[in-house]
DNA sequence: TCAAAAGTGTTAATCCTACACCCATGC
DNA sequence: GCATGGGTGTAGGATTAACACTTTTGA
């Protein structure tokens, strides 16, 4: 067994890889790039990175999203290592995955459509090269766990929306549909919501005023760091 | 945003630690090591090895443990990886660690004592070196988090054992206890054991026989793959 | 006969699920 | 006035939590 490092030791390269989620009221989409270079080449990917020497991991993934995004502040949940000998064609590369979540407003779409990323809806990924299919079906499964704990939606809705968005959201993360009554009562009974005394306008397309929430956000910092049991 | 990689990426070494909880019957206990060379030297830290090149990650975990064991089949899931840049003195190090239960018994603990590793009740585990306690910190909350959702207990307890073994068990990993007849209900309901023709031998501190049972090895399968909601 | 741990049921409160109709608005 | 989605309550069943006494055995 060894004991020491030697220089032999230091064969790694690390990459980065990350699993964003972007909700536009209707359906979550994953923000997908293209290989524009050997090996691969034309094929979808995740967004990724190399990591060089000296920087962090989890930075390199920041600073890529803010490249790609123009937005800053991201939540990032590191997913998993992806270390398999030979998932890289070039060499001995360690993935290190994370996944976060984002708010898709008109800024965010533009801005991707400009640099040839794009959103994809979770659903309709096309296949992946590399092991990504497999770190985009581990964040899937990540995120649905996630969804059934802790309170999700500050990072995934507007400032303001409406329970149906709320019901939406819910549905498409975790793959099935709930009764409306129910979801509210239950969202309602966590507190967790503040009512505005605000209504949507309504649309072109005969629509009812709906009321609008916020979050409350001292009690979901709570409930993000307890976890609640909101297990549909 | 750098697109492809040079060899100056190939900067990293890989390391592994894996955190072992072993179940006695009466706690739960986690593996030790002591650091033999420097840095750290005389240190307790997580069981770990470097991962030569050409080597799969999950594959030196094993055999580290094969070897410091004599055990062979370990099931073994991933962690995460700790990737902070400097947490390593010696240079740049990722580690990528695991976690993993076992059933402790005589021959285990006087294999472990021959050769300097050591069983510690899971609460009393000394500071570690590097970063290894936010390791253990995490695979703690990993198995808190698994024992809610997913059976455990083929893999820590024998193959034989009473209801009381059992709810010891549970309280151990979950850090509080429980009442026994509704624990008793719980787990029958779940009709995951199944009941033996057996009974424990009355033992020299004043005992009442116990009813012995085993794991019925499907329905714990189904029950792994699928979860269930056993949220105390 | 006593000490020690095994084993056993009931009740009240809570939570979950299923279910159907009226309302406010733009067209 | 009609089509569209917004909004509301109840009842029955299931699940949970709290609670104390009797039994079997070895010493």
Redesign the pocket.
């Known amino acids: 067994m060894k004991v020491s490092i030697e220089q032999a030791d230091y064969h790694a390269a690390l990459a980065t890889s990350v699993v964003i989620f972007g909700f536009d009221g209707e359906s979550l989409n994953v923000l997908t790039a293209t290989k524009e270079n050997p090996p691969f080449e034309g094929a979808s990917i995740l967004p990724s990175a190399i990591v060089s020497p000296h920087r962090d991991v989890h930075e390199t993934a920041t600073s890529l999203l803010k490249k790609v995004t123009g937005v800053d502040h991201w939540y990032l949940e590191q997913l998993n290592a992806f270390a398999k000998l030979y998932r890289n064609p070039d060499g001995r590369v360690v993935n290190i995955a994370f996944y976060g979540t984002v708010k898709l407003d008109d800024k965010l779409l533009t801005q991707l459509k400009r640099k040839g990323y794009s959103w994809v809806p979770s659903n309709e990924v096309p296949p992946l090269a590399y092991d990504h299919d497999e770190i985009l079906e581990f964040a899937k499964e990540r995120l649905k766990r996630r969804v059934k704990r802790r309170p999700i939606g500050f990072s995934l809705l507007p400032k303001e929306f409406?329970?149906?968005d709320l019901q939406t959201l819910y549905e498409c993360a975790l793959g099935k549909s709930f009764?409306?009554?129910?979801f509210?009562?239950?969202i309602i009974g966590t507190e967790i919501l503040i009512e505005l005394d605000k209504?949507t306008k309504?649309?072109?397309?005969?629509?009812?005023?709906?009321?609008l929430y916020k979050f409350d956000e001292d009690k979901y910092q709570k409930m993000t760091l307890k976890g609640y049991?909101f297990?549909?």
């Open positions: 409406t329970l149906k009764d409306k009554r129910n509210r009562r239950k209504k309504p649309t072109s397309d005969h629509k009812k005023p709906a009321q049991p297990v549909f």
